[in-house]
């Protein structure tokens, strides 16, 4: 799922757990938000989409595909895509974006997919793992549903940036949550995700059977200058996201 930016947080608070992430109750403003922002459109979904080169012919999973903007630029460069996402609202807008005939299924990540081993080539999983607290199993599962030689493309928030929102800074070294709130058209709606220091990222991708192929810090797209003067060269001189590319060894079988 995309990060909608530029959108003012608070410090760590309470929220109600019933409704953290309750994508449904803003599907529409979320995806309208996000649709042509600088952030997302110039910035995030260029780089995955760079990141995942020539996707012609490639069976590629989109976790956590929101509204399907990242599996319309795939399918436009001739992937066949298929999409997961724990919001149904969000569903509703990627079938209507892709079609009808659009392999859409509802399904949290944090539960066995409805696929079988080795049916991917990619698996793009864009700004959705920082939702997570414990990456193993998801990971896992992301890695079964992978052929041998397969890719997993993904972006998160930037351990620099999510271990900078809250003051007093937390320990570095510890996964711990965050609470904070999005204002979508004048609506507060509270979010929670998790961090966690770069080395537990990378050691939850070798431990899930990847291995690092990519670690990149890109820039947003240079069109982005004229159309965002007064924001672009803040986003081209700050951390953002951190997007890494890792593959499942060529020799693997299936687990």
């Known amino acids: ?19 953290v992430n309750d994508y449904d109750s803003f599907a529409e403003a979320y995806s309208a938000g996000t649709e042509n922002n600088l952030v997302n ?22 976790a956590g595909c929101g509204s399907g903007p990242l599996s319309a630029a795939l399918r436009d460069r001739g992937a066949v895509v298929t999409g997961i996402d724990a919001s149904a609202g969000m569903l509703a807008l990627a ?40 990456w193993g199993p998801t ?3 992301l890695r079964r549903v992978l052929r041998p030689g397969g890719r997993l493309i993904a972006s998160v928030d930037h351990p620099f940036v999510a271990y900078t929102v809250q003051d007093p800074r937390p320990d570095y070294f510890a996964t711990t949550s965050y609470t904070f709130d999005w204002t979508i058209n004048g609506r507060s709606v509270p979010m929670r995700f998790w961090r966690k220091p770069l080395h537990a990222m990378t050691d939850a ?14 820039q947003p797209d240079p069109a982005a200058r004229e159309l965002f003067p007064d924001a672009f060269d803040d986003l081209a001189t700050k951390t953002c996201f951190l997007f890494f590319v890792v593959e499942v060894p060529p020799s693997a079988t299936g687990r």
């Open 1 to 19: 799922m995309e990060r909608l930016p530029d959108v003012p947080e608070s410090p760590a608070r309470p929220a109600e757990p019933a409704r």
């Open 41 to 62: 459109a110039y910035y995030a979904r260029p780089a995955m989409v760079a990141l995942a080169g020539d996707v012609s012919g490639r069976r590629i999973l989109d």
């Open 95 to 134: 079938r209507r974006r892709l079609g009808d005939d659009a392999a859409l299924h509802v399904g949290d990540l944090s539960d066995p997919l409805p696929f079988a081993d080795g049916v991917f080539d990619d698996v793009v999983a864009s700004l959705v793992l920082h939702y997570l607290e414990d």
């Open 139 to 141: 990971l896992a599962e």
């Open 205 to 218: 991708f070798t431990t899930a059977g990847f291995r690092l192929s990519a670690l990149s810090e890109p």
